[in-house]
């Protein structure tokens, strides 16, 4: 037996109920009226009235009018409930309906069909969330193609390079030397790098990374990393310091990830300031710990620093891509900053360098 659609039910829960109302309401009315009706005529009698000659046939007409009145408010009562339950059910059902295509419509792949607003404010609240959820699949959808099209762009060039330098020695076009292995191995490990940071990356995003939170003292770690990234500067390059107070408070933090996202923002301003100073700056304010990495480097256009934190993106492509970074760096350390309660921001201008400042929250 087939299950009533939902017109169906709504359409005989509302008969149902509009029965149970009409049958108690003639019920209670047949039982109560009369009584009601004689009481009253006694009352009459009482005040001086003379109805004994009278009485049955008054209770007769009224039984009469009752009866006849009833009847004729019962179908009229009937057929104004049955056409306005029709077409309520109608009205919730047409929408739910195309509530259902457009949610077919989603399935199929089409991610920007969205529930139009309804009158009904149950249907309203779930077409809003709906929408809220199909805007937010929309684009981890357009993420996901990006990611692969970026992954694609990244993992082209190395391949090509490799597959390059392996037919030539295939084809006796060069002789093996160890620049022609040196270069391959340059290839290969960015494309070790390329992986292991989509690897971490996918990981911190889907919150898989472990984090472990506790008070450390940052301290040495800038003195440990002002001091290596110090050593790789050359002489005529940029200078490299520390500021901040002799003595931090301690933080909430994982040191192994404040050192990863250090090391990023260190790696990048080395990699982009020719000349000038790069400055690792440290200060307490409020129940926060204050991290700047300032650099007088090449800087970011305004148009850019919404993307910053994005996969694969680069300040200067061609640069970028010569100099080994893979362009995930940043947003990696923007969700291991995110991971332990922080929050990473960005100042930037053409020409004139960049700070990233981040916080975290003080033990």
């Avoid at 309401?25 to 009226?33: A, D, E, L, N, P």
Wanted: net charge negative; hydrophobic share 45%.
């Amino acid at each position: 037996m087939n299950k009533m659609d939902l017109r169906s039910r709504l359409f005989l829960s509302h008969l149902v109920v509009m029965f149970v109302g009409i049958v108690s309401f003639v019920v209670i009315s047949k039982i109560s009226s009369p009584r009601f009706f004689v009481l009253h005529l006694e009352k009459l009698q009482h005040e001086g009235f003379d109805l004994l000659d009278v009485r049955t046939d008054l209770v007769d007409g009224f039984e009469i009018a009752w009866s006849r009145s009833t009847l004729w408010s019962v179908l009229a009562g009937t057929s104004a409930a049955v056409g306005l339950s029709y077409w309520v059910s109608r009205r919730i059902v047409q929408q739910l309906t195309e509530m259902e295509k457009i949610t077919q419509r989603f399935a199929t792949g089409q991610l920007d069909s969205r529930l139009p607003l309804s009158e009904i404010p149950e249907l309203n609240r779930l077409g809003a969330s709906f929408n809220r959820m199909a805007a937010s699949l929309e684009g981890v959808e357009v993420r996901r193609r990006e990611l692969i099209g970026d992954m694609t762009h990244e993992l082209r060039t190395p391949l090509t390079v490799v597959r390059g330098y392996l037919e030539e020695l295939a084809d006796g076009g060069i002789e093996s030397s160890p620049e022609v292995y040196l270069s391959l191995i340059k290839e290969t490990k960015r494309l070790e790098r390329l992986v292991n940071d989509l690897q971490e990356l996918s990981k911190a995003e889907a919150g898989y990374l472990p984090i472990n939170i506790q008070p450390v003292n940052l301290l040495p770690l800038f003195k440990s990393l002002v001091h290596k990234f110090a050593d790789q500067l050359l002489e005529d390059g940029p200078v490299l310091q520390l500021e901040c107070p002799s003595i931090l408070p301690l933080v909430m933090a994982d040191i192994d990830r404040t050192e990863q996202i250090l090391v990023n923002l260190l790696g990048n301003a080395v990699r982009y300031t020719i000349t000038g100073t790069i400055t690792l700056r440290a200060w307490a304010q409020a129940s926060q710990l204050h991290i700047a990495v300032i650099d007088t480097g090449i800087g970011i256009a305004s148009y850019d620093i919404p993307y910053v934190f994005e996969r694969f993106w680069r300040a200067d492509k061609s640069r970028d891509r010569h100099s080994g970074g893979t362009g995930i760096g940043l947003a990696i350390s923007k969700r291991l900053v995110e991971l332990q309660g922080g929050l990473i921001e960005v100042e930037s201008e053409r020409g004139f360098g960049s700070i990233f400042r981040f916080c975290l929250p003080l033990a």
